[in-house]
């Protein structure tokens, strides 16, 4: 199955606005060009007019349809600079420095997602993570009820019985290098509500740790474990568990070894990772060996949506990440 496609045509269904923050670089002009072409989103790019279309005329790339605006010449700014100023004020936030941050095409691209310009945005070829999501965290900040923007993968892992017949979501896989419980907690529960509202999974969401049930001891642990009861606390709803070594996540013949009467042993649909270097190690691992397709980082827990690229990123990449943008705001992930 190829999951991308399902993903495509959910968000060709109701079109939504993303921003390219990037819009003179050429990978995106490739990418503007292939999104408008499929009918997947309406694009707002971000740069000078000029540049935009020397680049796309020279790349034989019709942007066209795109709107481009640009932060120095945009009479948007000035209302941008006062409405960010207010939001950051209480953070040491001065009018000149806000005049001077909307300018900057990632600080001026979120200001268009928050005030409603555009639906979310995608951006990160030329741009470190850090650069994209700092300006998402101060100025979008997290969904009601969420306190935590972590970064979600969808594997969908070939001929594979675990998770829902090959497909599992993991997290945090982006975003926080060594999350506190709380925070691990907040990623199980928005992950679970990321896999009912994108893939209508059942989720099944497995604490992950070199322990399963107690068996081995230590702060690394304690922290999941503690992550489990806070998140089994506040969604009792959600089936959550853990302390889970991986086997005893997805596999049933050792679920029932080392954890009898989990409701989420050797069921786990859904895989949160005690930290960023396991969540990160662990996906590409899946990805090469088992030839997985991983689709993500996905940001969730934004009020609207904002994801990143790597810097590695092609124009089908991008595509694909603005697809899933646009299906993101259809669902409020
Ligand atoms: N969720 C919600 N809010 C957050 C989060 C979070 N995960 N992290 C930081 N914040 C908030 C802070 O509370 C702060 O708010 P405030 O300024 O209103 O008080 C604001 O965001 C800025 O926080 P800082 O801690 O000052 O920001 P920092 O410079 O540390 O950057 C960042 C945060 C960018 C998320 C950082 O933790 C980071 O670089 N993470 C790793 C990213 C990375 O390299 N990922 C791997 C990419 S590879 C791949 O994805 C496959």
């Given at each position: 199955m190829d999951l991308m496609k399902n993903f495509w045509e959910m968000a060709k269904k109701d079109k939504k606005k993303v921003v390219?923050?990037?819009?003179?670089e050429r990978r995106n002009l490739i990418a503007c060009d292939k999104i408008l072409k499929n009918g997947l989103a309406d694009i707002l790019l971000i740069g000078n007019k000029e540049r935009i279309e020397e680049n796309a005329k020279y790349l034989s790339?019709?942007?066209?349809g795109a709107e481009i605006l640009d932060p120095e010449t945009s009479t948007l700014s000035e209302g941008f600079a006062k409405e960010f100023y207010e939001i950051r004020k209480n953070k040491g936030m001065t009018i000149e420095k806000a005049e001077k941050m909307v300018k900057d095409p990632l600080y001026f691209g979120t200001m268009c997602v928050k005030l409603g310009y555009a639906d979310g945005m995608v951006s990160g070829a030329i741009h470190t993570t850090g650069d994209l999501l700092r300006p998402g965290l101060q100025i979008?900040?997290?969904?009601?009820?969420?306190s935590n923007v972590s970064g979600f993968f969808v594997m969908m892992v070939p001929d594979?019985?675990?998770g829902e017949s090959g497909l599992l979501l993991f997290a945090d896989?982006?975003?926080?290098?060594n999350p506190t419980a709380e925070q691990l907690a907040s990623i199980a529960i928005t992950t679970a509500e990321t896999a009912k509202k994108l893939c209508d999974l059942d989720p099944k969401v497995a604490m992950l740790s070199f322990s399963t049930m107690g068996s081995a001891k230590g702060e690394l642990v304690d922290k999941v474990r503690q992550a489990t009861e806070i998140a089994k606390k506040e969604r009792n709803d959600l089936d959550i568990d853990g302390e889970l070594q991986l086997d005893a996540a997805i596999e049933e013949e050792v679920a029932r070894l080392k954890?009898?009467?989990?409701?989420?042993a050797g069921k786990a649909n859904v895989l949160v990772f005690p930290d960023l270097q396991t969540g990160n190690i662990g996906y590409k691992l899946v990805q090469r060996f088992a030839k997985a397709e991983a689709i993500g980082p996905i940001c969730q827990g934004f009020a609207k949506p904002i994801n990143d690229l790597s810097r590695g990123c092609n124009p089908d990449d991008i595509v694909n990440v603005v697809a899933m943008t646009v299906v993101q705001a259809q669902k409020g992930i």
């Open positions: 390219l923050a990037e819009g003179e790339v019709n942007v066209e979008i900040k997290t969904a009601p009820g969420v594979c019985k675990y896989c982006a975003v926080n290098p954890a009898p009467g989990s409701s989420v």
